[in-house]
T-cell receptor, first 116, second 114 residues
């Protein structure tokens, strides 16, 4: 079975500060990992994905994430927060192989607040 | 390209009624998945369709069903609605069935059961 744990349901940063959202996964087979963002009253928007091509993945809006197998982590970072980054962020996993196909297993989400 | 569209965006139903939600995937996408989002349970997978066949199903009661049409559009149906079915229902489409495929989400249908 696969699972995702997001550490911290709420993260607050100042505008211009580093954003770090934590995600740890559990998977018995090599995972595919994703980060999504959800703005109020909207669906999910894909920020980036890891599919084993490179451990450091760059996404949209200046976000990136690093896959660390030894730590089973896939933390999301952005060097400088912007007010428009305020939203809820979800880490998700699917497994390579098996019959889970595209089923995404999501973490509980982290609400990011950005202060001026 | 137009994104994933879902109709209706908002819906209010009474306990015991049934409801049908619709999803139109991105043009050319053949895989459609459905998710339920609630404050308590978060995002949970309902089912996935590819080429009109259900390929995967989540852990939901039989009251939740779905189908996919030949044009890849999908519907999900919930019968005998319960208060706990109140949620945001999200549809996602993908160009293929593979685990690494990017899934693109629609804006969701907000269902309120009273």
């Amino acid at each position: 079975a696969q699972s995702v744990t997001q550490l911290g349901s709420h993260v607050s940063v100042s505008e211009g500060a580093l954003v770090l959202l934590r995600c740890n996964y559990s998977s018995s087979v090599p995972p595919y990992l994703f980060w999504y963002v959800q703005y109020p009253n909207q669906g999910l928007q894909l920020l980036l994905k890891y599919t084993s091509a490179a451990t450091l993945v760059k996404g949209i809006n200046g976000f990136e994430a690093e896959f660390k197998k030894s730590e089973t982590s896939f933390h999301l970072t952005k060097p400088s927060a912007h007010m428009s980054d305020a939203a809820e962020y979800f880490c998700a996993v699917t497994n390579a192989g098996g019959t889970s196909y595209g089923k995404l297993t999501f973490g509980q989400g982290t609400i990011l607040t950005v202060h001026p | 390209k137009a994104g994933v569209t879902q109709t209706p965006r908002y819906l209010i139903k009474t306990r015991g009624q049934q409801v049908t939600l619709s999803c139109s995937p991105i043009s050319g996408h053949r895989s459609v998945s459905w998710y339920q989002q609630t404050p308590g349970q978060g995002l949970q997978f309902l089912f996935e369709y590819f080429s009109e066949t259900q390929r995967n199903k989540g852990n939901f009661p039989g009251r939740f069903s779905g189908r996919q049409f030949s044009n890849s559009r999908s519907e999900m149906n919930v019968s005998t609605l319960e208060l706990g079915d109140s949620a945001l229902y999200l549809c996602a489409s993908s160009s293929s069935l593979g685990q690494g495929s990017e899934q693109y989400f629609g804006p969701g249908t907000r269902l309120t059961v009273t």
